[in-house]
């Protein structure tokens, strides 16, 4: 997918590539390779795209599905009032599994993944004083 000046891109594993932020997580010793993310625009979707990539582990294992490497592109935009005008991604997974593994992987994924449900579901947020 081609990003916009707010996408990010995330890998790990075999297709972990480019430059960026080297991020620890438990399913790679190499981490994950996160990009760019120097807004908050770009953190919002960086949030999205870590949450999918370790899910993507996760539930790889859980469901018996072998991940060597993912790839989570995630990108949205935003209205003249900076509200989001929503968050779309896309995974690219390095796997032997037979197709209808994966998408039962990607279907679990996007059920699960936290970021992307909280933010389904919306939430307020307010400042401390």
């Known amino acids: 997918m081609e990003l916009s000046p707010f996408g990010v891109r995330a890998s790990a594993g075999t297709l972990r590539s480019g430059e960026g932020v080297t991020l620890e997580h438990p399913w790679t010793q190499a981490g994950v390779l996160a990009a760019p993310a120097s807004n908050g625009a770009q953190v919002l979707h960086l949030a999205v795209a870590l949450c ?45 599994a037979p197709a209808a593994d994966v998408a039962r992987l990607s279907a679990a994924v996007d059920d699960v993944a936290e970021i992307p449900r909280a933010l389904r579901a919306g939430a307020p947020v307010r400042r401390h004083d």
Do not use: C, K, M
């Open 52 to 96: 999918v990539l370790n899910d993507t582990f996760r539930e790889g294992q859980r469901l018996g599905v072998a991940v060597h490497g993912v790839v989570v592109e995630a990108d949205g935009g935003f209205d003249d009032d900076w509200r989001s005008t929503g968050v779309t991604y896309e995974v690219a997974l390095d796997s032997p």
